[in-house]
């Protein structure tokens, strides 16, 4: 009978709390249509920045672009991250391996992590990846190994 009344109080006690709470909650309603609108649209303009930055050779000294390497960020991988790199020696996350490319093959300046450049870099990667399923850590590659039979390099 003790239990009965120590469960029953306890359920009691947590509807009163979650009431309070749920009353007294500062929540924000579900975003209106215009607030939608505009969210999308400050995200595709970071997108379209960073396609821009992307397809520049201005992030480094020689000419090349994070393109060259990554047409249309292809095989940037942005949903495997935070994963292990060993060019780097750590697990890093996207930003760092971006990093990573500007200073190494483009002969450039890092960027600071939380510059606007960086997030539009990152916001392309990552939108033209959109319906990707994450996978952190994982070191897949976006495309099979192709054998070579004849020409170069080939023994």
């Known amino acids: 009978m003790r239990i009965k009344r120590y469960l029953l109080t306890g359920v009691l006690a947590a509807g009163i709390l979650t009431t309070l709470i749920i009353k007294d909650s500062k ?11 505009l969210m999308n649209e400050e995200l595709i303009n970071l997108v379209k920045k960073g396609d821009e930055l992307w ?8 000419g090349l672009t994070c393109a060259n390497c990554h047409p249309d960020a292809a095989n940037s991988n ?14 890093a996350t996207l930003r760092e391996m971006i990093n990573w490319c500007i ?3 483009l002969k450039g300046k890092t960027l600071p992590e939380d510059s606007e450049e960086m997030k539009a870099l990152e916001a392309y990667s990552i939108y033209m990846h959109r319906g990707f399923k994450l996978k952190p850590g994982d070191n897949e590659k976006a495309y099979p ?8 390099g080939y023994p």
């Open 27 to 37: 929540s924000k309603p579900p975003f209106e249509e215009e607030e939608l609108k």
């Open 78 to 91: 942005p949903h495997t991250f935070p994963k292990y790199q060993s060019n780097i020696g750590k697990v």
């Open 55 to 62: 397809h520049s050779p201005k992030l480094g000294t020689n």
């Open 145 to 152: 190994p192709v054998r070579v039979e004849s020409g170069p």
């Open 103 to 105: 200073q190494i093959p």
